[in-house]
């Protein structure tokens, strides 16, 4: 049985794709959730999502849906969030130039 969630937040980091011996890659990101409490989450994209990230960037508004998955290995257990979706609420802002910034000017 697989049970599907989401988040919202903002992109905090996108990583480089990381590609293994055996030819599986994965991607990971972070986006941090809004509230009184914001949480920095973790996620992770595999194989042919992973040029999905490519087109979103730090500080943008996304919707992610995600599946809890776990795996043990050599006697640890690990969980991951695996991403199968997200979609951009809104794109960050650039930055605007200072009109009234006039370098070294004095302003009288």
Known sequence: MSTTYEATGTIKL?????????????REFVITTAGEYP???KFEV?????DALDSVAVGDAVEVSFNVRG????????VNLQCWKFSV?????????NADDGGDEIPF
């Open 46 to 50: 595999v194989k042919d999502k992973c």
């Open 89 to 97: 609420k809104s794109k960050a802002q650039a930055p605007q130039a």
């Open 14 to 26: 996108i990583e480089d794709t990381q590609t293994f011996g055996s030819g599986f890659t994965k």
């Open 39 to 41: 949480d920095d989450i």
């Open 71 to 78: 795996n043990e290995w050599n006697g640890k257990y690990y």
